[in-house]
């Protein structure tokens, strides 16, 4: 058995090198926007989840996908939100043209005694294209608890990074491990002529309800 290796001034930098390279391939992955910054402070939403009475449930989606694709992905922090008790949250605001589901996503509820799991075992997506190539524009209102991203070794817990950079510019990237609290779900386009093919909500699974 050997003795526990001493601490060396340079055994982190294969992770900080990791680090600056996934932060220099967001960079390099998205379109300037041409916008300001989000503001400091909590502000109202700019699209409002659902209007009454359909405004989002205080008991919050939990989302995990193992492999994903966001594109064209911009933040906002610090947006306030209404929930159907008459509650305010404040909370992170998520716009993409659309997210490409790899593989395996699961959405989970429970309220009101009961339980409600939607569970997507291969490829899904949120967010498409009409005929014409209009993009459907999805807003997703929540808090990422987890997120992974791998250049050269896989580094997690980035969720913060993210939200930095695409609150600055929009991002296309792959991740993984994605775990989330989400309060609501929205394409804010109103598309016509969807092709059967590249559907706004695309997501072949099994929905089950049971009593909690």
Known sequence: MTGARPNRPGRRAPRALAVALALVVAVATAVLPGREGAAAGPVAAEHP???????????????????????????????????????????????????????????????DGHTVVIDVPEEGSLGGTDDQGNPQTTVMWGDITNICVRVLVRICGV?????????????????????????????????????????????????TVTAS
Do not use: C, W
Request: hydrophobic share 35%; aromatic share 6%.
């Open 49 to 111: 989840p659902l209007g009454v009475p359909f405004l989002p449930s205080p008991d919050p989606l939990e989302v995990s996908i193992d492999r994903l694709l966001a594109r064209s992905l911009s933040v906002r922090t610090g947006v306030r939100i209404r929930l159907s008790d008459g509650t305010e949250v404040t909370t992170t605001q998520y716009t993409f043209k659309k997210l490409t589901i790899r593989r395996h996503m699961n959405v989970t509820q429970r309220a």
């Open 159 to 207: 969720q913060g990074l993210l939200n930095f950079f695409g609150s600055l510019i929009p991002l296309t990237a792959g991740a993984e491990d994605f775990e989330g609290r989400i309060y609501a779900i929205r394409t804010i386009d109103e598309q016509a002529g969807i092709s059967d093919t590249d559907n706004p909500i695309h997501l072949p699974g099994t929905i």
